[in-house]
């Protein structure tokens, strides 16, 4: 199952007051497992960075000016993502600005089903509970350091991980990706924390456990 983790950054809060994006981060998903598929770019909104949007993600006005308009990625954009189900956290923040920009562009709108929404995993999985992307990085133990601003791919690839804790599908990762060519066949990215695949233990790994059981459970420990 193909899936994509996908964050914007825009230069405000509100479609209504004219804002726009100014990044998309895209990380592709193959049964919950990160591949080397990637969307990136950085995009020129056409209008001013708002004051508090500068200090989330620190894109300037002038770092912008220079960048693609969405129009001139948007095909390859819905082409990254087609047929995929999106991982979005604050589902309708990101939506929003999307859905504007496609709107502009002359596109068809992303469909909201097609989307999970990782704040409302959250919310139903820690009621009560802070569920924004660092709390859930802090909960799950996930290091996110490198966070020192808002980036969209940075924000992906935290979340890439949130998100398969948040479906209970966490496992670490251990080095035996050519002994299965079904995890070869993917595209694996070396720097993945975690998979889904089940190792089975070998014959001799099964006959030493049976004999360190035997010897275990010949000791009385309630003497």
């Known amino acids: 199952m193909l899936e994509v983790v996908l964050d914007t950054e825009t230069t405000g809060l509100s479609v209504k007051d004219g804002h726009r994006v100014v990044e998309i ?16 770019c950085y995009l ?26 969405f129009r001139e990625i948007a095909d390859d954009f819905l082409s ?7 991982i979005i956290h604050n589902a309708e923040f990101d939506l929003g600005h999307l859905n504007n920009e496609l709107k ?10 097609e989307v ?6 959250a919310r139903d999985k820690f009621p009560g509970s802070a569920i924004n992307l660092d709390a859930l990085c802090k909960r799950f133990r996930v290091d996110n350091s490198k966070r020192v601003h ?43 924390l975690y998979y889904k695949k089940v190792i089975k233990p070998s014959s001799q790994e099964i006959e030493l456990h ?7 459970l010949k000791k009385n420990f309630f003497n």
Request: net charge neutral.
């Open 44 to 69: 020129n909104p056409e209008r001013k960075v708002s004051e508090k949007a500068l200090a989330v993600h620190g894109y300037t006005d002038e770092f912008l000016s220079d960048k693609k308009k």
């Open 150 to 192: 808002h980036t969209a791919l940075v924000d992906c690839e935290l979340l890439s991980k949130v998100y398969i804790n948040l479906i209970d599908q966490r496992e670490p990762t251990l080095n035996l990706y050519s002994q299965n060519k079904e995890i070869k066949d993917l595209k694996i990215d070396n720097n993945n």
């Open 116 to 121: 999970v929404d990782t704040l409302e995993l």
């Open 80 to 86: 990254f993502i087609k047929n995929k189900k999106l």
């Open 25 to 40: 981060g895209c990380i592709e998903l193959n049964n919950q497992i990160p591949t080397s598929n990637k969307f990136h």
């Open 104 to 113: 502009i562009a002359g596109k068809d709108s992303i469909n909201e089903n």
């Open 210 to 216: 049976k004999e360190f059981l035997k010897k275990s």
